[in-house]
Structures are given as C-alpha cells and as structure tokens.
C-alpha cells in the first residue's frame, strides 16, 4: 500500500466498528499491521477482543475509554475529558509511530460530537499522518469536516432492528 486512505464509517445503523474490524481482518491477511484503538468501550472483555489476541502483534485492539458516558456536551465530567485528552494523546502517538498501515480510530465521531476532541485537531493529525497510513474513523454523528476530508464515507442506515421488539443486547452479535 503506497498511499493511505481515509475511511468513514458511521450512521444510526448497526455495523459501523464490524465494517472496520472486517477491513482490519483482511488487511491483516495481507501482512499489513493492523491497530484499533477504542475511545468509548471500557476495559471488560469484548468478543473481537478475545478474537483479535489471537492475531497479535499484526492485529491489536486497545480499549481506551471509561464505558458509557453522559451524551450531553455540558454533563461531561472532568475524569471523562481528562481520559479523551489521554487517550487522543496516545491515538496521535500511535499514528505518527508508523508503525501501523491500518489505524482504527473506533468511535471518534462521537468523541467530537461530544466536544470531546476537537474536529480540527482530528483533521489536522489526519493530514499530517504517514502518507502510506489508512485510518478509519467510526461513530455515529460523522462531523462534516471529516467526511469532505475522507476517501471514502460509508452510512450505515438503521430499517430495522431487534431492540424494537425488546430483544437485548446478544453476545457475539453486538458485544
């Protein structure tokens, strides 16, 4: 790969992170280095988790985040913001590392739409990352910046869905 590539994937629909692990997979296949950082999901252990040490050190999964957080801009707490700074922080260390061809940047639409990392310094890091890196950023709420920026912008649109009819979360389905 001699130029990276900057990929979207977001929406209300499911199977934003999925998409991105299954580029993650494939591109690990090719010999590729393949990092995921999760700046939402907590340290409990995930069914891609588990998967991905199999894969290491050319796949990694790393979970940044507290778990869920309050949704509302002005309800943050500051160990919230404090852990996005961090965990951007070490996000930005990685990419420069180049170290990596693919980095997945997993639910970093919603730190922005939260006012958790800013747009601009997301788009700034983008442009100046290593030429050959591709990252994908997933999330709802995909900031419009980022998308005239992107390669390529993937919706995913929610017609239906299981929770509708109160059936829960599933393991190995949504976690």
């Known amino acids: ?36 950082l999760q700046f939402f999901k907590g340290p409990w ?27 509302r801009k002005e309800e943050h707490t500051e160990a919230t913001r404090e852990n996005a700074r961090t965990s951007w922080d070490y996000a930005k260390q990685e ?3 180049d170290l990596y061809n693919v980095i997945i940047l997993d639910e970093i639409n919603n730190m922005i ?4 990392i800013s ?7 983008l442009k100046e990352r290593p030429k050959r890196l591709t990252v994908i950023l997933t999330g709802r709420n995909a900031h ?25 979360a599933q393991k190995g389905i949504e976690f």
Do not use: W
């Open 144 to 168: 419009e910046k980022v998308m005239e920026m992107a390669d390529m912008v993937t919706e995913m649109r929610e017609i239906k869905h299981h929770y509708q009819k109160g059936i829960k």
């Open 95 to 97: 990419i420069f590392s």
């Open 45 to 71: 252990p995930t069914g891609e988790c588990t998967a991905v040490k199999r894969l290491e050190p050319d796949f990694k999964i790393i979970p940044l985040g507290q778990g869920f957080i309050k949704t």
């Open 1 to 36: 790969m001699s130029e990276g590539l900057i990929l979207v994937n977001t929406g209300e629909g499911k199977g934003k992170t999925t998409a991105a692990l299954g580029l993650g997979l494939r591109a690990a296949g090719h010999g590729m280095k393949v990092l995921m």
């Open 119 to 125: 747009v601009e310094e997301v788009i700034s890091v």
């Open 113 to 116: 739409h939260h006012g958790l």
